[in-house]
């Protein structure tokens, strides 16, 4: 019976030296119009066998209003990884309570309309680690609904249109909302940033994936 089961293993002890972190960082601290984030540049050592060990873990759509697949990841997983943000974020920070997950999309990507209106992370977590693993322009843009910056200060009504699903497209801003920042995308670095600030994604898709490892604690 056991030829006729094939299983994809991964190497924990592999695992590990892959996502090992760069020792030397150096952590930036970001202050623009609403908020503040930190950023920093090369976090991984090996980002190339990162990328390709992670890219291992199955995929499942993301849902209407997620744009593409996410892949879910254990604590465990990500050992290497969520103790480096345990050490950025403070001796109080526990690495086992982050709970993380892949954002993964392509040209063309469907999702139900308005998705692409901005959101908050208030139910995930108070902090997000958004770690970059492809080279493609955009990022993460953050907004203000009528002069608030996040989700203490007003909670703007969904405008999702359900059953009807469309190309995914980028969000300017309306007479609501206000595009005020861009966390742009750069391969290997990690931004750091609070989940309650009203953000979307603002993809700009080539022939390759758009992919980032999201980690929510708090």
Known sequence: MLNKIKFDFVDREELYHNLEVNESLETQLVKCEGFSYYLIDNFLKRPDKATETLKMYPALNGGVTTPGARQNFTPMDLVP??????KILGDKVDP????????????????????????????KGDVVCNLWLCECDGGTSFYKYKKKYTALDIKPPRKLVPNKLV?????????????????PT????????????????????????????ISFYG
């Not at 086992?96 to 139910?123: A, R």
């Not at 190309?167 to 966390?183: A, E, P, Q, R, V």
């Not at 990690?190 to 758009?210: E, Q, T, V, W």
């Open 81 to 86: 990884i969520l103790k480096a943000y345990g």
């Open 96 to 123: 086992t309570k982050f709970l993380t997950c892949s954002n993964i999309s392509w040209k063309g990507v469907q999702v139900m309309e308005n998705s692409w209106y901005p959101h908050s992370d208030s139910n």
């Open 167 to 183: 190309d995914w497209k980028n969000f300017d801003g309306d007479d609501d909302w206000t595009l005020y920042h861009t966390i």
């Open 186 to 213: 750069k391969y290997n670095s990690l931004a750091i940033y609070n989940g309650k600030c009203f953000h979307s994604p603002y993809a700009i898709h080539n022939d390759d994936y758009r992919y980032a490892l």
